[in-house]
């Protein structure tokens, strides 16, 4: 049998029975509202897997579920190519993951002023530019790839648009999709800050068992998805 | 013997070399604290070092290396000049399927003597050499300080050479900045645009108009590189021969001896890295001294100008195809003036991996 996890509430849900559904594969809950079970209807040897989109990742890469709808940027944050591999991008859960800095600072606009005004910051304050995220891996490769130095990064599991105002981080890099959180707390995002575009995904692991059954199954859903045949 | 003790008795004998050389084997802790060494390698120690917590001490680190912590002890307490070794495991965080270790053993050898800093670089590359020889590895030198001398005595403004020596060790960074500087790669867009909106008022101004003021930055700071960016603007190219000059000593790979005379060839064009080369000139003589043929001795001006290195003057490797590095070091001063809280001390060391040594005798797989 073949697990696959969906997101379990809101609107990636929702998107996600829809896309599926649009292809013939209609997934549904089960039970009550609060109950977290779901069916497939009209697929044999698939049974779907009601996960918060958060934990998608760590059950991918300990391969609890072969199969797994959720953001790339979460996946790209967590995992290597070595632990999923990409089976098709979904076309809705849009959000990007960018760098943000205070709007009054009038002398940055690009990642390499960023660059300078922390080495500034570094020798005024005494300590390093800080940028609050949850997004460590993701950015600090994208900083790394672009030289940056001087800075630091600070956890900060939500509210991050806040950060800045109170005084826990000089800047900031979090998912946004209007960009009016940020106006309302006073930043501006770099004109070359895009660090991820994410979308849903779906996405295989590669180290879930996938027995002779799993893949015939997962042949039919392929084809009747259209996405590939064998994604690793 | 398992592989993990013929990998130690491996360590053990070039530690005993250290000793009979002349250093006090020291000892350092696995557990470092992680605010060190995040201040001098930056946000990218994280991608390397293992990171864990301390209940009382803190966020901590797995020794990544042992040069500081050495350093560290001998600035506290040391006597000079002074030559330490010291064996044990190191951890660094690799790449997915690169298929290279995560924790290994590492035989070092530190010297701090401020008397002869050429000779002292000699004595590390020529007793190197010496435990290595037979295995068949190719040996690479370098010399951060003449690129260093270099960018110091361009004829440009302060703030483009302290930008420029800042990125020494992040090639990519370097370039981009020294394209710019040179008039070689256009302006940014993005730059620009910020040129033509700092145009429009006083920064005082332009700060005050962008809205409620958040963040520790202030606002003198960014006055400050705001006017910065704008005189910056009119300064003119890094003049075509100079920057010429320094894009050849990027790319300069010659034997030791070949290399120098070329530098001295360029030295009346580029005076100030004069004292360095002069420095190269006496190191190869040192290392003549001790039976190096400089005349074959591979040198790249840009050798060990990678991330997460600290190396300000000469630097050396023995490579060996499809291996990491079998051994490294190098120079660094600054990193002894950083790390001494104002006191300094000329050092130079280097590590084996005594993993590799025991491959490549066949000793473990």
């Not at chain 1, 292809?23 to 209807?41: H, N």
């Not at chain 1, 190519?81 to 990409?86: G, P």
Request: charged content about 25%; glycine content about 10%.
């Amino acid at each position: 049998m073949i697990r696959i996890g969906v997101p379990s509430k809101g609107r990636l849900m929702q998107d996600c029975f829809d896309w599926f559904g649009a292809r013939g594969v209609v997934m549904r809950r089960t039970g009550s509202d609060r109950e977290y079970s779901g069916v497939i209807e009209g697929f044999e040897g698939v049974a779907p897997v009601l996960l918060s989109a958060g934990e998608i990742p760590r059950e991918l890469a300990a391969g609890r579920i072969h199969l797994g709808v959720t953001g790339s940027d979460l996946v790209r944050e967590q995992l290597g190519d070595e632990e999923v591999a990409e089976v098709a991008k979904l076309g809705f859960g849009q959000a990007d993951l960018i760098l943000a800095v205070p709007n009054v600072w009038i002398d940055v606009e690009t990642v390499d002023d960023l660059d300078a005004a922390a080495a500034g910051f570094r020798k005024a304050h005494g300590h390093r530019l800080r940028i609050a995220t949850k997004y460590h891996r993701l950015v600090r490769e994208f900083l790394q790839a672009q030289g940056v130095a001087d800075y630091q990064l600070v956890d900060s599991q939500g509210a991050t648009e806040g950060t800045v105002k109170n005084g826990t981080a000089e800047a900031i890099a979090d998912i946004t999709s209007s960009g009016e959180t940020l106006r309302a707390n006073h930043l501006r995002i770099l004109s070359d800050g895009l660090i991820h575009s994410s979308e849903a995904v779906l996405w295989a692991s590669r180290t879930a068992e996938w027995a002779a059954a799993d893949r015939a199954a997962y042949a039919g859903l392929a084809a009747k998805l259209g996405v590939a045949a064998r994604p690793f | 013997m398992t592989p993990k003790a013929a990998i130690r008795a491996e360590g053990e004998r070039f530690l005993q070399a250290f000793v009979a050389a002349g250093a006090v084997p020291v000892e350092a802790d696995i557990l470092q604290p992680a605010g060190t060494l995040l201040d001098l390698y930056g946000e990218d120690i994280r991608a390397r070092a293992y990171v864990t917590d301390d209940p009382v001490r803190g966020e901590m680190m797995l020794r990544p290396d042992f040069t500081v912590p050495v350093v560290q002890a001998h600035m506290a307490h040391g006597a000079e000049p002074a030559r330490y070794a010291y064996l044990g495991e190191v951890f660094r965080k690799q790449a997915r399927g690169s298929g290279r270790a995560s924790e290994y053993l590492q035989v070092g050898y530190e010297v701090f003597d401020r008397a002869a800093p050429e000779a002292a670089d000699a004595e590390v590359f020529a007793l190197f050499r010496d435990l290595l020889s037979g295995l068949d590895l190719r040996p690479v030198t370098g010399d951060i300080g003449i690129l260093m001398a270099a960018v110091r005595g361009l004829d440009t403004t302060e703030r483009r050479k302290s930008a420029l020596l800042r990125h020494v060790w992040r090639p990519a960074r370097f370039r981009a900045l020294l394209d710019r500087f040179a008039g070689r790669a256009p302006v940014p867009a993005g730059r620009l645009a910020l040129l033509e909106r700092l145009k429009a008022g006083s920064p005082a101004q332009l700060i005050e108009d962008a809205g409620t003021f958040v963040g520790l930055r202030s606002p003198e700071e960014i006055a400050a590189r705001a006017e910065a960016l704008v005189a910056d603007a009119g300064t003119p190219p890094i003049k075509a021969p100079e920057a010429a000059l320094l894009y050849d000593l990027l790319s300069l790979e010659a034997p030791a001896a070949h290399a120098l005379a070329h530098l001295r060839g360029i030295t009346s064009m580029l005076p100030a890295i004069a004292p360095a080369v002069d420095r190269f000139a006496a190191r190869l003589e040192a290392l003549s001294a001790k039976g190096v043929d400089v005349t074959t001795l591979a040198f790249e001006a840009s050798h060990g100008r990678t991330a997460l290195e600290y190396y300000d003057g000469f630097v050396f490797s023995f490579l060996k195809d499809g291996m990491p590095p079998v051994a490294s070091g190098g120079r660094y001063d600054a990193l002894t003036a950083v790390l001494g809280a104002g006191a300094f001390i000329p050092a130079v060391g280097g590590v084996i991996r005594p993993g590799l040594v025991a491959r490549l005798k066949g000793a473990v797989a």
